[in-house]
């Protein structure tokens, strides 16, 4: 069990990096004398935790250097300490340091010569650590990034794996400590996937007289002795499990195949068990699989166990069995990933690392094998070298050799538990037969099978990339690279993917989907690979729509924007405009400035996008590893790059090797320390010019690079600095402080977040953080290591719902005739604009994707703007009753029936009416009635959508509601009493029909009968 005192300190700071993701401390990194093992998270013993900040040695402290210390007093409850503890310290920059940090927040007591602790809590330690992570670290991170020691910080990846390692033993713990069995029972084998009454003639005696194997409704969900989320099951015990806890997992083995499990699983007690059920679990945390875990023993997943005996079930006791087999389901079942997920996040499994890839090669004698790959989804492979190496989820090339080499099939290793291959017709496939069974074997899932597809495999086969593989040694195995392996994919992709048009708008009547559907054909487009692998499960599309969406124009990485047109949606909220900014003090008048609306932002990404690609191919410098490790990056600003007066201060710079600052420019810096530049100027400049000159003259330092903006996106140039600060009052441009540059390139416009993982700021200088620096884009070892994706720039997509709802031709204005595909940049007939508010030259990417969405029943297609319609593909989306069998809640298994109502015949009239009293444009969707499973939510879809719905189509007549619905839903009001006010002016016989006309009103809702809609009262 987990020390009390470390568990609650690592709870407390996984809480606290749950709100501050960028926050990194030290753990325990060793199990010396199984510390961890023990639940010693952390330096220390059942009084205390030592919780380092940074990676520094303590010496023989035995702890980092700078830390928190969590103890446990007499009286329960916990005090806080910082330390600092530097024995055996011999870099000086670092004393120094230290010496700082004692200075600056002082009240340290000196325990020995090179520790200091200060107390921060007596008795409210958590409280008082929250406070000290707020308010002091970052005051300590930034005089380390001043002094720059940035080599302390915690690397993200140092911290990962410690705390995995910590995460491993947590669960190892848990299933010590927990009551909790993993039973692994045996079932009789069903034809119908336990789901149904087995056809199966081979089950046992019992089956063989006659009988039905109990388990057939194992994974019925829905059957009706099932209620809540309980769902209630059978296997076959000579004695049942002793169990101590109503919290088990159980797995079904049938016929050497993990075939399901159930979670939250009990055991019935004998009184309340019957022939037909013994145990149950949560329906929730319950799966039945479709693709089932083959060789179960051959992978260790009996543990220790030959078999499971005539007792009917074995107890399993390693978490890394359980692990492993709930992976392998979720590879072979990744339709089903959100049951098996949630299954261990209960177990509480963390996600595993991310993929190695491989090339294994084959001999071309064995081409016939392939197909048999294909078939049956599942085989081996040999594995001769790496086998330690090799986990579950890694990625398999399968490479042809000999005569016809090339890429044939892409896979997903099932297991990274490798046995010995003893079947001898499936050993021949190794070797030709020769020794076949000496080979170990790895599991693998075939995921795409290319021996059915020659031209394809014909374009793999000369891949440069793989030049080293052709002819390679059978059975021989390489480590791959992941641009290796999407190298192959972006190809299978193009190859495959249906393509979409540039421009489509979805249209149809309300509840027919089209914002639904905009969500698979954004993900299809921007994903196209992903796609194909989710595309019938809904939970995972809208998690990779979410993924790809863009949240913040300022800061995303994501692909997929959004808007909707109204009637006060504009070409300046489209496209650009003037916005007034902030006043600030001294402002004497209202100032503006030009903002890029949802069109030119998401263009302006794609733009970026295929820039980067073009960049990419080039390789405009490299760093060594080591010199990028021990780097610090700076943002400057050589003048502002939208003021033309501002490009001579640019240009003197690059022809000259300099970086320059405008601040002060009047005054020689040359000699003068940071306080005493902070003196000359913290009056002057109120807004941080003191602070940008001493960053461009006493915190740059030689060696150290720097970044010449252009705007907040761009960069322009790189320089390395190689030289002190000096001062040039005869300088011709208008900046007279200067520090001389190398330039590593410059004339460039390369998209900030090919390098930087945030937007620039506008501060004039200021130094980057360098987790967010992207290396590969400073480390390159040569031109065949560029990123595979510019090969295949990124796809973009705006969706624009209601796109019929706005003022189209005021909204897109000049830019309706830039979208078409034959108009968009880089095409035959490219066109340029140049905007009214920027002056700037503008044309749309063709990388990217604009789907609309239009409602009918607003206004009619026939009614669009016709300089939209031309350059739209049009897509309907039309309603269609049939699909609430498929897809509804009441699909096949209740045949689209509610209560002996059927709801699709239901519909089917409605909208048959509906299209005669108006037109096919009004029809009702059948998206509002996917959820309905009951008698009342068919009431609540009524009351809700469908009526009031109706009373627009017909402007409140409810007469032809009447028509569509019958008169169980609307009923004439039949007001004896009631008369009109005197007026002798009016028309009396005009006043006698009036008051006979008919008025009259919806129903009750206990009145109202379905069945009446579809079938005629028989009286």
């Given amino acids: 069990m987990a020390n009390t005192l470390h568990k609650k300190v690592l709870e407390f700071l996984e809480n606290y990096r749950n709100l501050h993701p960028e926050f990194l401390y030290w753990t325990r990194e060793k199990n010396t004398k199984g510390r961890l093992k023990d639940g010693y998270w952390f330096q220390g013993t059942d009084d205390y935790a030592f919780v380092g900040l940074y990676d520094r040695s303590g010496g023989t402290n035995m702890t980092r250097s700078l830390g928190l210390v969590f103890s446990m007093n007499p009286d329960g409850n916990i005090s806080l300490t910082f330390q600092i503890a530097f024995n055996e310290e011999t870099d000086k920059r670092l004393l120094r340091f230290y010496q700082d940090l004692i200075d600056t927040f002082g009240d340290f007591k000196q325990v020995t010569e090179t520790r200091f602790d200060k107390i921060l809590s007596d008795d409210n330690a958590f409280e008082e650590a929250e406070n000290f992570l707020n308010q002091v670290k970052p005051l ?41 069995r993993i039973i692994m029972a045996s079932i009789t084998w069903n034809s119908n996937q336990w789901k149904s009454l087995s056809n199966d003639p081979s089950n046992h005696g019992h089956v063989k007289g006659g009988g039905q194997a109990n388990e057939s409704w194992n994974f019925d969900f829905e059957n009706k002795r099932n209620t809540g989320d309980e769902v209630i099951g059978y296997a076959k015990f000579t004695n049942p499990p002793k169990v101590d806890s109503d919290d088990n997992l159980v797995i079904f083995y049938s016929q050497k195949k993990i075939v399901g499990f159930y979670g939250k699983a009990k055991i019935l007690e004998q009184k309340k068990a019957n022939e037909y059920c013994n145990l149950s679990g949560s329906k929730s945390l319950s799966v039945g699989l479709d693709n089932h875990i083959v060789k179960v023993k051959e992978k260790g997943y009996l543990e220790d166990k030959e078999r499971i005996g005539r007792i009917g079930f074995i107890y399993l006791n390693e978490p890394n069995t359980i692990q492993n087999i709930l992976q392998e389901a979720l590879l072979l079942n990744p339709h089903q990933a959100k049951s098996i997920q949630a299954i261990q996040d209960w177990l509480g499994f963390k996600p595993t690392n991310e993929a190695n890839y491989w090339i294994f090669q084959g001999n071309p004698k064995v081409y016939d094998f392939h197909g048999a790959i294909a078939a049956n989804a599942i085989r081996s492979w040999t594995v001769n070298t790496h086998k330690k190496k090799i986990k579950i989820g890694d990625k398999v090339i399968l490479w042809l050799t000999g005569k016809e080499p090339g890429c044939y099939a892409l896979a997903t290793v099932t297991s990274n538990l490798f046995h010995r291959v003893d079947d001898k017709d499936e050993a021949k496939f190794y070797t030709d037969g020769k020794g076949a069974g000496e080979g170990n074997a790895v599991e693998i899932k075939v ?27 059978q059975g021989t195995n390489f480590t791959a690279t992941k641009e290796q392996y999407d190298t192959i994919l972006r190809l299978i992709t193009m190859a495959t993917t249906e393509s979409s048009p540039l421009n489509q708008i979805f249209f149809g009547p309300p509840g027919t989907g089209k914002t639904y559907h905009t969500i698979d054909e954004a993900v299809k487009i921007v994903s196209p690979h992903r796609y194909k692998e989710i595309r019938d499960d809904r939970d995972l599309l809208r998690e990779e729509y979410d993924k790809k969406f863009i949240f913040d124009w300022e800061a995303s990485s994501g692909q997929i924007g959004f808007c909707t047109f109204h009637q006060s949606f504009s070409y300046e909220d489209f496209v650009e405009g003037i916005k007034p900014l902030d006043p600030e003090d001294g402002d004497t008048y209202l100032k503006y400035e030009t903002q890029e609306g949802v069109f030119k932002r998401i263009c302006r990404l794609a733009e970026d996008s295929l820039k980067a690609g073009e960049k990419k191919k080039q390789i405009l410098f490299t760093l ?7 780097s610090h990056f700076y943002k400057i600003s050589l003048g502002e790059a939208n ?9 003197y710079c690059m022809e000259k090797g300099l970086i320059t600052l405008g601040f002060g420019s009047e005054i020689d810096l040359t000699g003068k320390n940071e306080s005493e530049v902070s003196e000359l100027y913290s009056q002057r400049y109120k807004d941080g010019g003191a602070q940008f000159l001493n960053y461009f003259k006493n915190y740059l330092k030689v060696g150290n690079y720097v970044l010449v903006s252009r705007g907040n996106h761009y960069v322009r140039a790189l320089g390395k600095v190689s030289g002190d600060y000096f001062y040039d009052p005869a300088a011709p441009i208008r900046y ?21 993982e945030k937007n620039l700021s506008q501060q004039s200088i200021y130094k980057l953080k360098k987790e967010w620096i992207k290396p590969q884009f400073f480390v390159k070892k040569a031109a065949d290591e560029v990123d595979i994706d510019s090969k295949d720039p990124k796809k973009y997509v705006l969706v624009i719902d209601e796109i019929n709802r706005g003022n189209v031709a005021s909204i897109f204005g000049e830019l309706i005739t830039l979208i078409e595909t034959d108009k968009r940049a880089g095409s035959t007939e490219e066109m340029k604009v140049v905007l009214p508010y920027s002056k700037q030259k503008f044309s749309v990417p063709s990388n990217l994707y604009i789907i609309g969405t239009m409602n009918t029943a607003d206004r009619s297609i026939e009614a669009l703007d016709t300089a939209l319609r031309r350059r739209f593909s049009f897509k309907e989306m039309s309603s269609d009753p049939e699909l609430l069998k498929s897809e509804g809640k009441i699909g096949q298994e209740k045949g689209g029936i509610i209560d002996s109502i059927d709801v699709v015949l239901m519909l089917q009239k409605i909208n048959d009416r509906i299209e005669k009293l108006i037109d096919k444009d009004h029809k009702i969707g059948h998206a509002y009635f996917m959820e309905d499973t009951t008698v009342n939510d068919l009431k609540r879809t009524f009351k809700n959508k469908v009526i009031p719905l109706l009373e627009e189509y017909f402007f409140g007549d409810f007469g032809k509601i009447g028509l569509v619905l019958g008169s169980s839903f609307i009923q004439a009001d039949h007001n004896k009493d009631f008369d009109f006010a005197e007026f002798k002016d009016y028309d009396s ?31």
């Fill in 624 to 630: 060594p590893q080591s010199e990028f490790d021990q």
């Fill in 447 to 473: 995921d795409y099978n290319l021996s059915e597809t020659p031209v394809l495999r014909e374009t793999l086969k000369d891949l440069p990339e793989f030049d080293s593989f052709n002819g390679g040694t």
């Fill in 736 to 756: 007279k402080h200067f520090r001389k540059v190398e330039w590593l390139f410059k004339d460039q416009d390369i998209p900030i977040q090919e390098l930087y």
């Fill in 989 to 1019: 016989n005009l006043k006698s029909d009036l008051k006979q006309r008919k008025v009259y009103k919806i129903n009750p809702e206990e009145e109202w009968e379905f069945k009446s809609i579809y079938t005629p009262t028989v009286k």
């Fill in 140 to 180: 300590i991170d930034q005089k380390i990034m001043d002094a720059g020691l940035e080599e302390i910080f915690i690397e993200p990846l140092k911290f990962e794996k410690n705390l995995q390692k910590i995460r491993e033993y947590q669960t190892k713990l848990a299933f010590e400590a927990n009551s909790r």
């Fill in 643 to 651: 003021v033309p007066t501002d490009q001579e201060i640019y240009d």
